[in-house]
């Protein structure tokens, strides 16, 4: 006979087996040392208006063809260093060397055509004063003379034109720097006026910048600038405004100010695209390091220290002051407020903190015996 179980018996016995769930862990502390923390400052920031440009040499020259003539041997190329004096680009002298020649030899034969008229000259001024010899003799052996110099004189200038030519030929560095562009080849016809390389003194680098005319008011020789190259990366370099052009652009508005580097650190490349921004003044802001910002899209979020817990804070950032790498803080923290200084994905809202305590200084002396 079987036996009939009762089903609330079944459901009493499933009840007091079925496993309790897990109750939520608590979220671990995290440990933070003193120097983890960086508190929200006021300080004065760098103000002034913005200025765009590019690198470029002081010292530059463009070599071009001062004769007509084909093009025998480049001696550099780009990026070739180079001293002052250096040949560079040697053209075709054949035409030239037999004008040279040439005009040489005119200058021989007439040195010698005006000798001989010099003495004849002579001689008759000595008749002419015996009575031996008519005025009219004299005069046509003066007119000899005077031709005889001037024929003279304008071969030595042809002579002298074409050692000058001759000279042309050879395209010399006008100083120490580097090739920075090749514009021709061997075998290349250059006519006058021909580009034949550009030579420039990397040790002169400057900032060539544009100011908008509307805050150019705000612009004075002297003041300092900071600006970034592109290609540096985060690289922040300073100079001082060196000149103002006096006219603006009539197409852009904008006026052309020339920044001089600071110190060593400049680029080594012309050509560069840079942007950075005037000091014209100073002003008071809450500051807070770059490095705190976490960035998510378009928003900002920094971790803030509020009673042994971590808080995830909105905030609304600034302009970056140049100067000291921070960033203004226009809401969302006050002044003392601690953040996490690098900030890491692992933090969560909310989670408890155990503040490190320091550790003691070196040399410190143990304890008593």
Not at 19 to 45: F, K, N, R, W
Not at 209 to 231: L, P, Y
Not at 314 to 320: C, D, P
Request: aromatic fraction near 2%; charge should be positive.
């Amino acid at each position: 006979m079987l036996r009939v179980v009762p089903l609330t018996m079944v459901l009493l016995l499933a009840a007091c087996n079925k496993t309790p769930p897990a109750a939520p862990m608590a979220p671990q502390a995290l440990l933070i040392a003193p120097e983890d923390l960086v508190s929200v400052q006021s300080g004065a920031m760098a103000s002034g208006p913005p200025i765009t440009g590019s690198i470029q040499p002081e010292r530059r020259a463009d070599l071009r063809a001062e004769v007509s003539a084909v093009v025998l041997q480049v001696v550099k190329d780009n990026g070739d260093r180079v001293r002052a004096g250096e040949l560079l680009v040697r053209l075709d002298d054949t035409a030239i060397r037999d004008s040279l020649a040439s005009a040489e030899d005119m200058v021989r034969t007439l040195s010698l055509s005006l000798d001989q008229s010099l003495r004849q000259w002579q001689r008759l001024k000595t008749l002419r004063e015996s009575g031996m010899a008519s005025t009219q003799q004299l005069e046509d052996a003066e007119t000899k003379r005077n031709n005889a110099e001037s024929e003279l004189s304008a071969a030595r200038t042809r002579s002298v034109q074409a050692r000058q030519q001759l000279e042309r030929t050879l395209s010399r560095a006008p100083f120490d720097g580097i090739v920075s562009e090749r514009r021709v080849s061997a075998g290349d016809t250059a006519q006058i006026g021909k580009e034949l390389l550009k030579v420039i003194d990397p040790s002169s680098m400057r900032f060539e910048g544009m100011v908008s005319a509307d805050t150019i008011g705000q612009v004075k020789v002297g003041q300092g600038v900071h600006f970034r190259v592109n290609g540096y990366g985060p690289q922040e370099f300073a100079g001082s405004i060196r000149r103002i052009n006096p006219s603006a652009n009539p197409s852009t508005r904008q006026v052309e100010v020339l920044v001089a580097f600071a110190g060593d650190k400049r680029p080594q490349l012309a050509g560069l695209y840079a942007e950075g921004r005037i000091e014209a003044g100073s002003r008071l802001a809450l500051m807070i390091p770059a490095m705190s910002v976490v960035r998510e899209g378009d928003k900002a979020f920094a971790w803030k220290v509020s009673a042994g817990q971590l808080r995830k804070v909105a905030i609304e950032l600034g302009e970056r002051d140049p100067r000291s790498g921070q960033v203004a803080l226009r809401a969302g923290l006050g002044d003392g407020d601690q953040l996490i200084r690098n900030p890491t994905s692992a933090l969560s809202d909310g989670q408890p903190l155990q503040l490190q305590p320091a550790a003691p200084k070196s040399g410190a002396s143990a304890g008593g015996n």
